[in-house]
């Protein structure tokens, strides 16, 4: 007598972690179809919403389209996404800019399907399993995850916290060194802790560098 094999189960999809390539997409979005590879060469600022027109929701897109000529600046895109339609995406874009009088212009993927969202693990199931969480994914020029970010659907995003990331994460491959807590640019640096003996007395005797001890020590840059 045949059996009938049990179907198989699909493996779990590991989710990206900080220093992954960030997983790969094309999908649909207000400035039309878009893939990851498209923003290759500059950083990209990836983040969910939860739902269109609503409070919170709208209060983060006023103030991302604030801060986004400060992120071009710094040669970083912008992109949000929900598991709205691009229907219902035009339509809040077009109400923000009628009735707040702001204009965003970067562009929202439509993630009706959910498959950006299940690829970047922005939908918790444990507080909604369907709206995506206010998820921030930093990706570096060459596709990389740098950082990552979850806030409930309650609390809205701290803008300046994002731009000071941002700028951090620049500054840390441009110098290689460490920004300490509550670091803002024009602030000192942290040197990464010598290896060996002698690295440690070269390091505390170093002109222009401030030294607690051997292993912490600033400098400006």
């Not at 939908?123 to 206010?134: D, L, M, V």
């Not at 921030?136 to 990331?165: C, K, S, W």
């Not at 002698?198 to 840059?221: H, I, N, S």
């Given at each position: 007598?045949?059996?009938n ?75 949000g ?33 959910k ?16 709206e ?6 930093v ?8 950082a ?18 941002v ?8 110098h ?9 640019p ?9 290896r ?5 007395a ?7 560098v ?9 400098k400006?840059?």
């Amino acid at each position: 007598m045949s059996v009938n094999p049990e179907p198989s189960v699909p493996a779990p999809r590991a989710l990206p972690r900080i220093g992954d390539p960030a997983p790969p997409f094309t999908a649909e979005t207000t400035f039309g179809t878009l893939k990851l590879e498209d923003f290759k060469g500059s950083w990209l600022v990836l983040f969910s919403h939860p739902a269109d027109f609503t409070p919170v929701c709208t209060t983060e897109f006023l103030a991302f389209a604030e801060i986004h000529s400060e992120l071009r600046a710094l040669n970083c895109e912008l992109m949000g996404l929900s598991i709205d339609s691009v229907f219902s995406h035009i339509a809040w874009v077009r109400n923000i800019e009628e009735k707040m009088g702001v204009k965003i212009d970067f562009p929202i993927i439509a993630d009706l399907n959910k498959e950006v969202a299940t690829l970047y693990g922005m939908i918790n199931p444990g507080e909604s399993k369907t709206e995506t969480s206010r998820a921030v994914f930093v990706i570096d020029p060459q596709q990389v995850v740098r950082a990552i970010i979850y806030y409930p659907l309650t609390t809205g995003r701290n803008m300046h916290e994002i731009l000071r990331l941002v700028k951090a994460l620049q500054t840390t491959d441009a110098h290689g060194v460490a920004t300490p807590a509550n670091w803002q640019p024009g602030d000192k640096v942290i040197l990464p802790p010598p290896r060996t003996v002698e690295a440690a007395a070269e390091r505390v005797a170093q002109e222009g560098v401030e030294c607690k001890d051997w292993y912490f020590c600033k400098k400006a840059l």
